[in-house]
Protein backbone atom coordinates (compact mmCIF):
# COMPACT_ATOMS: atom_id res chain seq x y z
CA UNK A 1 0.00 0.00 0.00
CA UNK A 2 0.99 3.74 -0.85
CA UNK A 3 0.47 6.39 0.82
CA UNK A 4 1.05 10.20 -1.12
CA UNK A 5 1.10 12.90 0.84
CA UNK A 6 2.42 16.98 0.97
CA UNK A 7 -0.02 18.40 -1.46
CA UNK A 8 -1.34 21.77 -1.80
CA UNK A 9 -1.74 25.24 -2.73
CA UNK A 10 1.63 27.56 -3.95
CA UNK A 11 2.31 30.47 -5.60
CA UNK A 12 4.35 30.33 -8.75
CA UNK A 13 8.20 30.32 -7.93
CA UNK A 14 7.13 28.37 -5.01
CA UNK A 15 8.35 24.90 -3.48
CA UNK A 16 6.58 21.52 -2.53
CA UNK A 17 7.25 18.65 -1.19
CA UNK A 18 5.73 15.63 -1.72
CA UNK A 19 5.76 12.06 0.48
CA UNK A 20 4.67 8.33 -0.60
CA UNK A 21 5.38 6.25 2.30
CA UNK A 22 4.95 2.20 1.34
CA UNK A 23 3.67 -0.25 3.94
CA UNK A 24 3.73 -3.96 3.65
CA UNK A 25 6.57 -4.29 1.46
CA UNK A 26 10.19 -2.65 1.51
CA UNK A 27 10.29 0.46 -1.17
CA UNK A 28 14.53 0.16 -1.74
CA UNK A 29 13.59 -3.90 -3.26
CA UNK A 30 11.05 -1.97 -5.57
CA UNK A 31 10.86 0.20 -8.31
CA UNK A 32 9.58 3.77 -7.07
CA UNK A 33 8.46 6.59 -9.59
CA UNK A 34 6.45 9.46 -8.79
CA UNK A 35 3.77 10.31 -12.04
CA UNK A 36 1.21 13.30 -12.45
CA UNK A 37 -1.93 13.92 -14.34
CA UNK A 38 -3.47 17.50 -15.38
CA UNK A 39 -7.26 17.43 -15.86
CA UNK A 40 -7.65 16.10 -19.57
CA UNK A 41 -4.35 14.91 -20.09
CA UNK A 42 -2.68 11.51 -19.67
CA UNK A 43 -0.75 10.16 -16.69
CA UNK A 44 2.66 11.69 -16.95
CA UNK A 45 6.19 10.08 -15.69
CA UNK A 46 7.69 12.92 -12.92
CA UNK A 47 10.61 10.46 -12.21
CA UNK A 48 11.60 7.77 -9.78
CA UNK A 49 14.19 4.96 -8.63
CA UNK A 50 14.67 1.72 -10.89
CA UNK A 51 14.66 -1.17 -8.55
CA UNK A 52 17.88 -0.65 -5.82
CA UNK A 53 19.75 1.56 -8.70
CA UNK A 54 20.33 5.07 -6.54
CA UNK A 55 20.46 6.61 -9.75
CA UNK A 56 17.26 8.63 -10.23
CA UNK A 57 15.69 9.13 -13.64
CA UNK A 58 13.70 11.90 -14.49
CA UNK A 59 11.52 13.40 -17.47
CA UNK A 60 13.72 16.23 -18.98
CA UNK A 61 10.87 18.69 -18.63
CA UNK A 62 11.33 17.70 -14.51
CA UNK A 63 15.18 18.00 -14.56
CA UNK A 64 16.59 20.94 -12.52
CA UNK A 65 13.29 21.87 -10.92
CA UNK A 66 12.73 18.44 -9.11
CA UNK A 67 14.60 16.38 -7.29
CA UNK A 68 13.36 12.47 -5.94
CA UNK A 69 15.16 10.97 -2.58
CA UNK A 70 13.98 7.85 -0.37
CA UNK A 71 14.56 6.93 3.16
CA UNK A 72 14.74 3.46 3.10
CA UNK A 73 14.61 3.12 6.90
CA UNK A 74 11.27 5.23 6.70
CA UNK A 75 10.41 3.16 3.68
CA UNK A 76 9.64 6.65 2.15
CA UNK A 77 9.77 8.67 -1.46
CA UNK A 78 9.69 12.02 -0.95
CA UNK A 79 9.50 14.55 -4.30
CA UNK A 80 11.23 17.73 -3.89
CA UNK A 81 9.72 20.56 -6.64
CA UNK A 82 10.76 24.16 -7.17
CA UNK A 83 10.16 26.69 -9.29
CA UNK A 84 6.62 25.97 -9.37
CA UNK A 85 4.25 26.90 -12.41
CA UNK A 86 0.92 26.42 -13.28
CA UNK A 87 1.84 24.07 -16.08
CA UNK A 88 2.93 22.12 -12.73
CA UNK A 89 -0.80 21.68 -11.69
CA UNK A 90 -2.10 17.64 -11.44
CA UNK A 91 -2.60 15.30 -9.21
CA UNK A 92 0.42 13.19 -7.93
CA UNK A 93 0.60 9.85 -7.76
CA UNK A 94 3.39 7.53 -6.44
CA UNK A 95 3.76 4.20 -7.86
CA UNK A 96 5.68 1.04 -7.07
CA UNK A 97 6.62 -2.23 -9.13
CA UNK A 98 8.26 -5.20 -7.91
CA UNK A 99 8.49 -6.46 -11.76
CA UNK A 100 9.21 -3.53 -14.04
CA UNK A 101 11.90 -3.51 -16.44
CA UNK A 102 14.25 -0.70 -17.49
CA UNK A 103 12.46 -0.13 -21.23
CA UNK A 104 9.00 0.23 -19.43
CA UNK A 105 10.16 2.40 -16.52
CA UNK A 106 8.85 5.44 -17.66
CA UNK A 107 5.60 4.24 -18.58
CA UNK A 108 2.28 4.13 -15.88
CA UNK A 109 0.42 1.14 -17.35
CA UNK A 110 2.96 -0.44 -15.72
CA UNK A 111 2.88 -0.28 -12.66
CA UNK A 112 1.21 -2.87 -9.80
CA UNK A 113 1.23 0.02 -7.33
CA UNK A 114 -0.42 3.14 -7.02
CA UNK A 115 -1.13 5.85 -4.48
CA UNK A 116 -4.17 7.67 -3.93
CA UNK A 117 -3.05 10.52 -5.38
CA UNK A 118 -2.54 13.78 -4.50
CA UNK A 119 -3.52 17.16 -5.17
CA UNK A 120 -0.99 20.12 -6.40
CA UNK A 121 -2.00 23.68 -7.75
CA UNK A 122 -0.13 25.92 -8.46
CA UNK A 123 -1.41 29.11 -8.63
CA UNK A 124 -0.34 32.29 -11.08
Known amino acids: QLQASGGGLVQTGGSLRLSCVAS????????MSWFRQAPGKQREFVGGFFRRNTNTHYADSMKGRFTISRDNAKNTVYLQMSSLSPEDTAVYYC???????????????????WGQGTQVTVSS
Open 95 to 113: AASATIILSSFRDFRRYDY
Open 24 to 31: GRTSSSYS
